[in-house]
């Protein structure tokens, strides 16, 4: 069982930046891949950003170019750097571990809210 603690959320204006982490209680090195997800108002949750354990990266069409996710397996922690914020990225942001790297996710943490002003 890995328990998972995002943080590092706010307000912010637009324009501005934020960086996440999400805190693993276990070993991420094996886990097959790391996700943010975010879940706006009145919105279904999307994935937003994911990183493979071999490093690969793939992001959401919305924040590509803009959002930035590492890993730190020493330390057991994912970052999302997010710059160029919009009002649009008002969301709740999760971090999620998919052991497989297919299939639905394994683990879910709490969420950070973000929060971007015009």
């Known amino acids: 069982q890995v328990q998972l603690v995002e943080s590092g959320g706010g307000l912010v204006q637009a324009g501005g930046s934020l960086r996440l982490s999400c805190a693993a209680s276990?070993?991420?090195?094996?886990?097959?891949?790391m996700d943010w997800y975010r879940q706006g108002p009145g919105k279904q949750r999307e994935l937003v950003a994911r990183?493979?354990?071999?490093?690969?990266?793939s992001y959401s069409d919305s924040v590509k170019g803009r959002f930035t996710i590492s890993r730190d397996n020493a330390k057991n922690a994912v970052y999302l750097q997010m710059n160029s914020l919009k009002p649009e990225d008002t969301a709740v942001y999760y971090c999620?571990?998919?052991?497989?790297?297919?299939?639905?996710?394994?683990?879910w943490g709490q969420g950070t809210q973000v929060t971007v002003s015009s």
């Open positions: 276990g070993s991420i090195s094996s886990i097959g891949a």
């Open positions: 990183i493979t354990r071999g490093g690969s990266t």
């Open positions: 999620s571990a998919n052991k497989k790297g297919w299939g639905p996710n394994d683990y």
